[in-house]
């Protein structure tokens, strides 16, 4: 059998109607998982039906917010119930604010932090004690190239997918006893509809971030999909607390040096 074979494994992707988690759902299902996804409107979750449908893969959706921890605890009861324990956990859903730090509210702050923080936190505390009574789970947390690195505008992005990668490795310690591994996948520069603005035709930063990548191009949300199925597979039963950064180099280069 294939060390990268789900087969039989239920995998819960959160936000995944459309974008990084939808592929790693795709990626999940062609190795053999059965895929359960949720997203926040019941648009979007109809809108992943269709896409998942039209790809050949049976997918449960539920709407959820990541944040309502009542709301996240009784989907994960439904999802137990309706389609069985979750074995592995992508903690996708997230959102971004640009915005520079001096016009930056509170509110919107404490709102990003909400979402790709607290949302993590709440998932995998709903998810965990299934996967503890079941002998054994994997959650893997969307980080960031911002889990290392600053830039103007994603103070509390920055602040929540640092806070995230840390989230990542202490559950590995806590969790480890149980046979759960948790560890993370910190996508470079994706296009997805979440980078669209930062790529629009006349946009320097499109230049900035092709010049900031060894690889030299935008990632695609397929180049995700290796490494989040070797996350989720018994390929990586050894490595727990780690983030798998996939960015066309970026954090190994310190930028093109002048003529
Ligand atoms: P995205 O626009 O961040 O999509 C995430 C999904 O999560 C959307 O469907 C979104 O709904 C949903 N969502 C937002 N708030 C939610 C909540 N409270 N509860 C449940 N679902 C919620 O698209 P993406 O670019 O594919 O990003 C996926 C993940 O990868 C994110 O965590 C992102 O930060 C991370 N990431 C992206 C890149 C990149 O370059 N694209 C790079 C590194 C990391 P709405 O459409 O309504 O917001
Ligand atoms: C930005 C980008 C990034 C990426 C990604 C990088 O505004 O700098 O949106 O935050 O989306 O998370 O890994």
């Known amino acids: ?22 592929a790693i759902a795709q990626a999940f299902a062609e190795a053999g998982a059965t895929i359960v ?6 648009e979007l979750v109809n809108k992943g039906l269709a896409s998942y449908k039209a790809d050949g893969i049976t997918a449960h959706g539920y ?17 137990t119930k309706e389609v069985g324990v979750i074995d592995i956990l ?5 959102i971004i604010k640009r915005i520079p730090s001096l016009e930056m509210s509170a509110k919107d702050f404490r709102q990003v932090i909400d979402v790709d923080l607290n949302g993590p936190f709440i998932v995998s505390k709903a998810v965990a004690p299934g996967m503890i009574a079941k ?4 959650i893997i947390n969307i980080c960031s190239m911002m889990s290392e690195l600053g830039r103007e505008t994603v ?23 149980h046979n759960i591994q948790v560890n993370g996948v910190g996508p470079g520069y994706i296009a997805t509809p979440q980078t669209a603005p930062l790529r629009v035709t006349g946009n320097p930063f499109n230049d900035f971030i092709i010049s900031k ?7 695609t949300t397929d180049d995700l999909k290796g490494p989040a ?5 018994k390929a990586s039963d050894f490595v727990n607390g780690h983030i798998l950064y996939v960015d066309g180099g970026i954090l190994a280069y310190i930028g093109k040096q002048p003529n």
């Open 63 to 79: 709407i959820c917010d990541v944040t309502d921890e009542d709301n996240v605890n009784a989907t994960v009861a439904q999802i």
């Open 213 to 219: 990548t060894p690889a030299a191009r935008w990632g």
């Open 90 to 94: 992508v903690n996708n859903a997230g």
């Open 135 to 138: 002998g054994g789970g994997k």
């Open 229 to 233: 199925v070797f996350l989720a597979s």
């Open 155 to 177: 103070a509390a992005y920055a602040s929540a997918k640092g806070g995230l990668k840390m989230l990542t490795r202490n559950l590995a310690c806590e969790w480890a006893e």
């Open 37 to 42: 996804f949720n997203d926040i409107k019941r």
């Open 1 to 22: 059998m294939s060390q990268f074979d789900l087969t039989g494994k239920i995998a819960f992707i959160t936000g995944a109607s459309y974008g990084i988690g939808y």
